[in-house]
């Protein structure tokens, strides 16, 4: 899963990948695993050698827009089609440079990322409606083309009318064509306000933050304040030394743990663990996703030689003492290919191949 970070030059994009990525990062990509208390106890209680956590890939490599050359903005927003998610961050601190000499304003920056969200998408909208119209001239199109012509129709009417398009459902069948145009209005969004150094911990009294709450909250959109420069010193310092410099800035955590799980959230994903041998490991499916799904997950031979699979939920697992303990009381339940997992199940699959 690829989450990008977008924004305006200067609004502390990389400043905020390298307090994520800690210095893993290669070339503006790094793999950021999610906080799990729950993966910590399983695998202590399996004894495991290795912990794998689930990670989402995070992007700082979109290309720059220059707000000196408006038409500019087109190849980060093109690009952003290609993420899952997008962070987008927005300039809550004053800075000298920032594009440019243009005072703070967090909310008529976020405004503009949503209007060039319904642009573009109203532009691709538009160039696919006019290649379907000469498609049926010809008579060659299919029920599916004309199921996409009638739901773009809709969404470029819900575009225009400023309406939410999430309200707008779509079919099983038109999913796989209509996720190649990575709609940009349609895509999770997390949004950060990056506050100054003074303002961190006491943004809420603070009327422009206020403000950007609101609008947030009426859009629909999680909003993270932080302070990218803190949260980039906050990591390089070693682990005893971080609860201090938290106290002395009178903030109780770092803000990074809430951003990821923001992130999560907005992805509508669920976790399942595995707990194999010498590793416990954390996996990533979609909200609703099967054992078969699951199984695909881990390995396709899984998938295709699937027999039945063990499911037993991770909270039971680590009451119980173990999976082993977990079978012992009969807290384990046999399932077949299309069984729905839960949040948090570990699953151990049969398969033969
Ligand atoms: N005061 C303050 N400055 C920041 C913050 N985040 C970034 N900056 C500064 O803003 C400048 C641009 O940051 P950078 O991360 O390179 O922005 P990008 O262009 O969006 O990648 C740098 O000089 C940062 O030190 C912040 O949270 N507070
Ligand atoms: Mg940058």
């Known amino acids: 899963m690829k989450v990008a970070l977008l924004g305006f030059p200067l609004s502390g994009r990389s400043t905020l990948f390298d307090a994520l990525a800690g210095g893993r990062a290669h070339e503006g990509v790094a793999s950021i695993p999610i906080p799990d208390a729950r993966l910590e106890m399983l695998a202590q209680q399996a004894g495991a050698k290795k912990v794998t956590p689930a990670t989402l890939e995070w992007h700082d490599d979109l290309p720059e ?18 993420s899952d998610a997008l962070v987008l961050v927005l300039r809550a601190f004053d800075s000298p440079y920032a594009p440019y000499h243009a005072p703070v304003d967090p909310i008529r920056d976020l405004n503009f990322w949503l209007d060039e969200f319904v642009l573009a998408d109203l532009q691709v909208v538009e160039n696919r409606l006019e290649r379907l119209t000469k498609l049926f001239q010809s008579h060659k199109e299919s029920a599916s083309d004309r199921a996409e012509y009638t739901w773009l129709q809709q969404f470029q009417r819900v575009l225009n009318a400023g309406e939410s398009p999430l309200t707008l459902e779509v079919s099983r069948e038109l999913e796989p064509r209509l996720r190649g145009f990575g709609f940009l209005t349609r895509k999770p969004v997390v949004v950060v306000a ?33 302070c990218a420069t803190l949260e980039r010193e906050l990591r390089q310092l070693p682990t005893a030394e971080q609860a201090e410099f938290l106290q002395l800035l009178g903030v109780s955590e ?35 996703g099967t054992a078969l799904e699951a199984a695909a997950t881990i390995h396709s031979d899984m998938a295709r030689g699937f027999i039945r699979a063990e499911v037993c939920h991770a909270d039971e697992v680590i009451a119980a003492g173990g999976w082993k303990a977990a079978h012992k009381a009969g807290k384990v339940q046999l399932v077949g290919k299309e069984y729905p997992l839960r949040d948090g199940d570990v699953i151990q699959v049969r398969f033969n191949v």
Not at 268 to 282: D, I, P, S, W
Request: charged share 25%; with cysteine; net charge positive.
């Open 65 to 82: 827009f220059d707000p000196l050359k408006p038409e500019s903005v087109r190849q980060p927003l093109s690009a952003a089609r290609q």
């Open 194 to 226: 990056n506050l100054s150094e003074q303002l961190v911990g006491q943004e809420q009294r603070y009327e422009p933050i206020q403000r950007l709450q609101a609008l947030c909250e009426a859009r629909g959109l999680p909003l993270v304040p932080l």
């Open 254 to 288: 770092s803000a990074l743990p809430r951003l990821v799980q923001a992130v999560y959230k907005q992805l509508r994903l669920q976790v399942f663990y595995t707990v194999y041998g010498e590793e416990t490991r954390a996996w990533l499916l979609r909200e609703g």
